[in-house]
Each structure stands twice: as structure tokens, then as C-alpha cells.
């Protein structure tokens, strides 16, 4: 039974590893496929737009927001006739049916975040979210989780107690 121990090892760390991949996917690093392949990039740096142009309720309420196939075809409409990924979000214009968005942050529903006492309070978009306007594909670059938002918020002065983040 000498091969017992070392095969179990194997099955071991396979079981240890499989953990830690699922663990990871939808959460730090992981940028999920979208239906369209909508680059940041493109947009910010290359037409300027500012991300409050698209993510509008980010000063305002819980959610930032993602913009509507309404607000992409004021210049889509136009702009980038016959190339492929742009095709696709016309047509959902066309149709007036939503673009199924992957969402890469994802909160258990037990967490209340909101994103406006953050913004209020000067908290800049990267220094949650990283360098969003150099990136092709978004992605999730900060753990976010709780040891890491109670960090902040001691040293911000900022609350600890628990029902601020939990219901
Ligand atoms: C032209 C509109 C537009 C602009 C400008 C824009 N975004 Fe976005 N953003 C989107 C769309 C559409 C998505 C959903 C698709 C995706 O995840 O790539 C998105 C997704 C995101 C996500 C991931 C959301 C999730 O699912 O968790 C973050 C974070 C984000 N944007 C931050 C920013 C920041 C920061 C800026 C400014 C530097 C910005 N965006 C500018 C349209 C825009
Ligand atoms: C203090 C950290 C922090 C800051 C600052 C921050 N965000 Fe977020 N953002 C998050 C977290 C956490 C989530 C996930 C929320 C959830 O799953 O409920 C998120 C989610 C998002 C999403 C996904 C859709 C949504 O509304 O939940 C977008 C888009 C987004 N943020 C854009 C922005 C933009 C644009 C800014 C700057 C104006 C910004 N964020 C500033 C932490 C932050
Ligand atoms: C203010 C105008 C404006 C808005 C709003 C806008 N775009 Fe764009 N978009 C552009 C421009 C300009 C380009 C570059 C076109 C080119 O290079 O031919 C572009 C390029 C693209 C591309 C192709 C990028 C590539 O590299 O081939 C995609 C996909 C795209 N946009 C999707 C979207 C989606 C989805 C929305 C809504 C969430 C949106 N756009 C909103 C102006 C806009
Ligand atoms: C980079 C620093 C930073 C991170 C990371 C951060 N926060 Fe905050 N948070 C702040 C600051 C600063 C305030 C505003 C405090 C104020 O207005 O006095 C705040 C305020 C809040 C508030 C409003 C509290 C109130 O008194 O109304 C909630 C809720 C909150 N954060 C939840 C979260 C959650 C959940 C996370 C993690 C997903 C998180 N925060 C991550 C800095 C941060
Ligand atoms: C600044 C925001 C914040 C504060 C304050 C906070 N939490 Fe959390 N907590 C989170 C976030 C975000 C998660 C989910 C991510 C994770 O698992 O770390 C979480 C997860 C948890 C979980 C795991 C179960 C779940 O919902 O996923 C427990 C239990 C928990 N918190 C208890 C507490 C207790 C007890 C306190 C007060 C001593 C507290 N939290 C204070 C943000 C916070």
C-alpha cells in the first residue's frame, strides 16, 4: 500500500486547487465574456468620455448603473456602421431588447454597498476599480470583501459598525 500516501496527496492538492480556482472565478482578476466586447478604453481615452457620462447613478444612488442600448445608440446609430460587435448592439437597438451584461462585481445579497457616500466622500473610482480606462475588458482588480472595506474604513474614520454593511 505504498502508493496509498502519495496518491492521496495528488487527489489532495487536485481538490485544494479546484478550491481555489472557483473560489477566485467571478471575483478578483476574472474578466467574464461579454455579449458585446465593449473596451473601456475605446471610450475613455479615445472619444474622453467620463465614467458618470455612462454610469449615471454612481454620485447619486446604491448602484452605479450600467447605461441602457438607448444611450450607446445615440452614437451608435451612426458611428461604426458594419463593424461586427457594433452591429450587434444596433440590432439590440433596433429590437429594443436590453443587452444581458455579465456583471463582474458581485456582492452577497447580505451586504448593502452604496456608491455614493464613497464618491462624496472623495473615494476615487480607481482606487476601488483599478485603471478602468486602459482596459479592453473590465475586470475586478481590488478583493473588495470584508476585511478589506473595514480596513478602509478605520482608516478613514469611517464606520465599522455592522449594520451599515449588512441588512
Ligand atoms: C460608453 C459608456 C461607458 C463609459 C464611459 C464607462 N463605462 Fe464602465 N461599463 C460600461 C458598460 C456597458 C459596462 C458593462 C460591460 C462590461 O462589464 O464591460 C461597464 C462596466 C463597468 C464595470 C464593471 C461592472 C460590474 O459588472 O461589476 C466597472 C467597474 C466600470 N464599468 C467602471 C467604469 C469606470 C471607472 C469608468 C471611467 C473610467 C467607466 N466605467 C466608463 C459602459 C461605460
Ligand atoms: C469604495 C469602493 C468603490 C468605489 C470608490 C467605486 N466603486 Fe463601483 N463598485 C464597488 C463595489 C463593491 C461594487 C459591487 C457592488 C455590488 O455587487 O452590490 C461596485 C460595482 C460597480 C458597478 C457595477 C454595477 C453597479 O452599479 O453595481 C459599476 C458600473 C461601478 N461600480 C462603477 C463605478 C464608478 C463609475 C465609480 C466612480 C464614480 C465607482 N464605481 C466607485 C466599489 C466601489
Ligand atoms: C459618445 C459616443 C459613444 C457612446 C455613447 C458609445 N460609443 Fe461605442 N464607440 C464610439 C466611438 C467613437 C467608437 C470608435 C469607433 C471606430 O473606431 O470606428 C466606439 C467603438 C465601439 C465599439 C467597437 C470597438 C472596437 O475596437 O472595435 C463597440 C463594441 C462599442 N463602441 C460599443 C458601445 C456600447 C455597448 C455602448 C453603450 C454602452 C457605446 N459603445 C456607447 C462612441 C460611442
Ligand atoms: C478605499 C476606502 C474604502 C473602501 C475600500 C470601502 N469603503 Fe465604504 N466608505 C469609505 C468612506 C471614506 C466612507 C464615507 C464615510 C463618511 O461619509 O463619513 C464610506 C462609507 C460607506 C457606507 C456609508 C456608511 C454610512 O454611515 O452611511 C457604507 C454602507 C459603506 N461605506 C460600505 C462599504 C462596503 C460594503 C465596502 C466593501 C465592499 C466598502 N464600503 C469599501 C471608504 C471605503
Ligand atoms: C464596511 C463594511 C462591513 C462591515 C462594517 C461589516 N461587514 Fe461583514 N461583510 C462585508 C462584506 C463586503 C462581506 C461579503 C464578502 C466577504 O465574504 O468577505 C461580509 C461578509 C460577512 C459575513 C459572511 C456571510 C456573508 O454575508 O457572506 C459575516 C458573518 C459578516 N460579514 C459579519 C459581520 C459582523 C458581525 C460585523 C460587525 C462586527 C460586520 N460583518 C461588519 C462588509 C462588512
Known amino acids: 500500500m505504498r502508493w496509498l500516501l502519495p496518491a492521496l496527496g495528488v487527489v489532495i492538492v487536485f481538490v485544494l486547487l479546484g478550491g481555489a480556482i472557483f473560489g477566485l472565478s467571478g471575483r478578483l482578476g476574472a474578466a467574464p465574456e461579454q455579449p458585446v466586447a465593449f473596451p473601456h478604453d475605446v471610450h475613455v ?5 467620463d465614467c458618470t457620462f455612462c454610469h449615471r447613478t ?3 444612488g446604491d ?3 450600467i447605461p441602457s442600448v438607448e444611450q450607446c445608440m445615440f452614437c451608435h446609430r ?3 456602421q458594419g463593424n461586427p ?3 450587434k448592439v444596433r440590432q439590440a437597438g433596433q429590437n429594443q431588447s436590453p443587452i444581458d451584461w455579465i ?5 452577497p445579497d447580505s451586504v448593502h454597498f452604496t456608491h455614493a457616500p464613497h464618491i462624496r466622500a472623495g473615494v476615487a473610482c480607481a482606487t476601488c476599480h483599478g485603471q478602468v480606462e486602459g482596459m479592453k475588458q473590465a475586470r475586478q482588480v481590488r478583493d473588495l470583501r470584508m476585511g478589506d472595506c473595514v480596513s478602509c474604513h478605520r482608516q478613514n474614520n469611517a464606520t465599522t459598525d455592522c449594520a451599515a454593511c449588512h441588512y
Open 78 to 80: 451612426v458611428v461604426g
Open 85 to 87: 460587435e457594433i452591429e
Open 103 to 107: 456583471k463582474v462585481h458581485r456582492l
Open 58 to 60: 454612481a454620485t447619486t
Open 63 to 65: 448602484a452605479a448603473g
Open 45 to 49: 481615452k479615445g472619444v474622453g468620455l
